[in-house]
Nanobody, 125 residues
Framework: QVQLVESGGGLVQAGGSLRLSCTASGRTFSSYFMGWFRQAPGKEREFVAAISRNSANTYLPQSVKGRFTISRDNAKNTVYLQMNSLKPEDTAVYYC??????????????????WGQGTQVTVSS
């Protein structure tokens, strides 16, 4: 089992940047496929980014591609989400997720086994 703790959220003006971090407990972080999701009030949780175990592959939806970057440091048990050129529509609670047996559906909430508690990101216009 792994526990995930997100940090780095906050209030930022449109056009600004934030870097979210998600630190995992345990010594097997490198065996987990990792993802970021977000959920705005009244909306379903949506996929934001994912990264393979060895960082060889990253996945981002068109809505954030070119603005967001996902990376990981297995030595620090941490996955990052760098968010640039933020827009008011990026406002949401951002969740980190870990997948112990990746089957290819990186965009689906059902792919992931473990979730963090979330961190709020608010982008003002």
């Amino acid at each position: 089992q792994v526990q995930l703790v997100e940090s780095g959220g906050g209030l930022v003006q449109a056009g600004g940047s934030l870097r979210l971090s998600c630190t995992a407990s345990g010594r097997t972080f490198s065996s987990y496929f990792m993802g970021w999701f977000r959920q705005a009030p009244g909306k379903e949780r949506e996929f934001v980014a994912a990264i393979s175990r060895n960082s060889a592959n990253t996945y981002l939806p068109q809505s954030v591609k070119g603005r967001f970057t996902i990376s990981r440091d297995n030595a620090k048990n941490t996955v990052y989400l760098q968010m640039n050129s933020l827009k008011p529509e990026d406002t949401a609670v951002y969740y980190c997720a870990a997948d112990s047996s990746y089957s290819g559906s990186y965009y689906s909430v059902y792919e992931y086994d473990y979730w963090g508690q979330g961190t709020q990101v608010t982008v003002s216009s």
